[in-house]
């Protein structure tokens, strides 16, 4: 099994940046993609930025130019610098890991259970 576990949430003012990490543990060899999902209230959670094993990146409309996916395979690591947050980027933002490539008709075989994002207007 795939332990992942988020960090780096919180609250911010509009126009801030946050870093969220997610540190996965365990049977980490079955890690291929890596994603961030993020659930804003009353709304589905939405996939929103994956990167594979070899670095390469998709990002929703809502976050480009602005959110940043990274990973450091070394420490099995993933991270989302986002930059210029707005108050609808506030969320629960997931972390999710599965031996394939992740695209939105597909579910991870791990998750991790968020953190939370708040930002004021």
């Given at each position: 099994?795939?332990?992942?576990?988020?960090?780096?949430?919180?609250?911010?003012?509009?126009?801030?940046?946050?870093?969220?990490?997610?540190?996965?543990?365990?049977?980490?060899?079955?890690?291929?993609?890596?994603?961030?999902?993020?659930?804003?209230?009353?709304?589905?959670?939405?996939?929103?930025?994956?990167?594979?094993?070899?670095?390469?990146?998709?990002?929703?409309?809502?976050?480009?130019?602005?959110?940043?996916?990274?990973?450091?395979?070394?420490?099995?690591?993933?991270?989302?610098?986002?930059?210029?947050?707005?108050?609808?980027?506030a969320a629960?933002?997931h972390c999710?890991?599965?031996?394939?490539?992740?695209?939105?008709?597909?579910?991870?075989?791990?998750?991790?259970?968020?953190?939370?994002?708040?930002?004021?207007?």
């Amino acid at each position: 099994q795939v332990q992942l576990v988020e960090s780096g949430g919180g609250l911010v003012q509009a126009g801030g940046s946050l870093r969220l990490s997610c540190a996965a543990s365990g049977d980490i060899f079955r890690i291929n993609a890596m994603a961030w999902y993020r659930q804003g209230p009353g709304k589905q959670r939405e996939l929103f930025a994956p990167i594979t094993s070899d670095g390469s990146t998709n990002y929703a409309d809502s976050g480009k130019g602005r959110f940043t996916i990274s990973r450091d395979n070394d420490k099995m690591t993933v991270y989302l610098q986002m930059n210029r947050l707005k108050p609808e980027d506030a969320a629960v933002y997931h972390c999710g890991a599965d031996s394939c490539p992740l695209g939105p008709g597909r579910l991870p075989a791990s998750w991790g259970q968020g953190t939370q994002v708040t930002v004021s207007s």
